[in-house]
């Protein structure tokens, strides 16, 4: 079974570029999580999707970040314009059942860097 | 509001000798806790959890957890450590009364183990 993947590994953009990182989940898993890891700090939730539905985006930073799944498989994570307080790690993980008891499946993250 | 806690950066123990990573967590009601590990150049991993029921919970790599309820505490534990323990490993926390899938992650802790 293929694991979460994330693409790109890494990305290095200016500030005031544009930068989407891609998630594919677990094929047949409905959950879809995003999540950041600035330097040293804890990882911060970002939202849930489930299928193609934004169940939780409380945790977005502000309108410069969009996710979008259409079609309830991939995902997307667009920053647009980037800042340079968007530097970190952005994990992508996904579950497969509607119950908080289930724990997650992670990518091995994309590590943006804003200059 | 719901946070976790993990108050060591690094934790460093000889091969051998029993290991514990601490956690600490304010949730109110009864949380689902969860530890995942991370190795380099890749995603969280699961490794144990607890939901209900005995306070011990034994997960992968025979590593072990135990949850305190009126310590608030879900420290990790193994009682042999080996090198190939050495990562870096995060507690996390759900509340299933009031954050839905939300999930709250400490900062981690690396551990380091010493042939």
């Known amino acids: 079974e293929a694991g979460v993947t994330q693409f790109p590994s890494h990305s290095v953009i200016e500030k005031g570029q544009t930068v989407t990182l891609r998630c594919d989940p677990i094929?047949?898993?409905?959950?879809l999580y995003w999540y950041r890891r600035v330097m040293g700090k804890e990882i911060k939730f970002l939202l849930h999707?489930?299928?193609?539905?934004?169940?939780?985006e409380s945790g977005m930073p502000n309108n410069r970040f969009l996710a979008e799944r259409t079609g309830g498989t991939y995902s997307t994570l667009k920053v647009q314009p980037a800042e340079l307080e968007d530097s970190g790690v952005y994990f992508c993980?996904?579950?497969?059942?509607?119950?908080?008891?289930?724990?997650?499946?992670f990518g091995p993250g994309t590590r943006l860097t804003v200059t | 509001a719901q946070s976790v806690a993990q108050p060591e950066d690094q934790v460093n123990v000889a091969e051998g000798n029993p290991l514990t990573v601490k956690c600490t967590y304010s949730?109110?009601?009864?949380?689902?806790l969860f530890w995942y590990v991370q190795y380099p150049n890749r995603g969280l991993q699961f490794l144990l959890k607890?939901?209900?029921?005995?306070?011990l919970v034994k997960g992968s790599y025979g590593f072990e957890a135990e949850f305190n309820k009126s310590q608030t505490s879900f420290h990790l534990k193994k009682p042999s450590a080996l090198v190939s323990d050495s990562a870096l490993y995060f507690c996390?926390?759900?509340?299933?009364?009031?954050?839905?899938?939300?999930?709250?992650f400490g900062a981690g802790t690396r551990l380091f183990v010493k042939a």
């Open positions: 949730v109110s009601g009864n949380p689902y």
């Open positions: 993980a996904s579950s497969q059942e509607s119950r908080a008891s289930y724990e997650q499946y």
């Open positions: 999707f489930v299928k193609e539905s934004k169940q939780d």
């Open positions: 607890y939901i209900t029921g005995d306070n």
């Open positions: 996390a926390v759900r509340d299933p009364n009031t954050g839905g899938f939300k999930t709250i």
């Open positions: 094929s047949g898993h409905d959950n």
